[in-house]
């Protein structure tokens, strides 16, 4: 695990890698689940949640969309002291959980979803069954029609046809 150090200064510093990080090397951490803790300098408390929270907070800030929305934060806000406070702990980490094991499966049923609810998909479908529905009455090639040639306007028939 690494520990990351907090300085009064607000400078997180990676001891494992003797060097300052900044909150994106943080978040960074997270993506690739490299495990990780955040000790306050002087007093040894775990800081990681801080950390997290201001890491989410500037996604959220950022505009990267809102996971998060003012309901689901009131709502949030609401459980704390709650007799069902930690079962609301729990049921959040196996939703996310569940939902991260099933990603694959959502992400492609959305696709789906929004393939056929695409405007251009369908009319590009509905084109494709048009042309084959004609292509069915089009003539063998080489043939021409004699109704063509025998039914001429009357704009194309002879002066001599108008008497």
């Given at each position: 695990?690494?520990?990351?150090?907090?300085?009064?200064?607000?400078?997180?510093?990676d001891?494992?890698?003797s060097?300052?990080?900044?909150?994106?090397?943080?978040?960074?951490?997270?993506?690739?689940?490299?495990?990780?803790?955040?000790?306050?300098?002087?007093?040894?408390?775990?800081?990681?949640?801080?950390?997290l929270?201001?890491?989410?907070?500037?996604?959220?800030?950022?505009?990267h969309?809102?996971?998060?929305?003012?309901?689901?934060?009131?709502?949030?806000?609401r459980?704390?002291?709650d007799?069902m406070?930690?079962?609301?702990?729990?049921?959040?980490?196996?939703?996310?959980?569940?939902?991260?094991?099933?990603?694959?499966?959502?992400?492609?049923?959305?696709?789906?979803?929004?393939?056929?609810?695409?405007?251009?998909?369908?009319?590009?479908?509905?084109?494709?069954?048009?042309?084959?529905?004609?292509?069915?009455?089009?003539?063998?090639?080489?043939?021409?029609?004699?109704?063509?040639?025998?039914?001429?306007?009357?704009?194309?028939?002879?002066?001599?046809?108008?008497?």
């Amino acid at each position: 695990m690494r520990i990351l150090r907090k300085y009064t200064n607000r400078r997180l510093y990676d001891t494992s890698r003797s060097c300052y990080v900044t909150l994106e090397d943080v978040k960074q951490l997270v993506l690739s689940a490299e495990p990780f803790q955040v000790l306050d300098s002087k007093t040894g408390n775990d800081l990681t949640r801080n950390i997290l929270l201001q890491i989410i907070s500037e996604q959220e800030g950022e505009g990267h969309g809102t996971l998060l929305t003012n309901q689901v934060l009131q709502q949030l806000i609401r459980f704390y002291g709650d007799s069902m406070q930690g079962m609301m702990s729990q049921y959040l980490e196996q939703s996310i959980a569940s939902f991260l094991e099933h990603q694959d499966r959502i992400r492609e049923q959305m696709q789906t979803m929004m393939g056929v609810a695409n405007p251009l998909t369908m009319m590009n479908k509905i084109a494709d069954q048009n042309m084959a529905v004609w292509s069915m009455f089009k003539p063998p090639a080489g043939q021409a029609t004699t109704e063509t040639t025998e039914e001429a306007s009357p704009e194309e028939k002879s002066p001599k046809d108008k008497k």
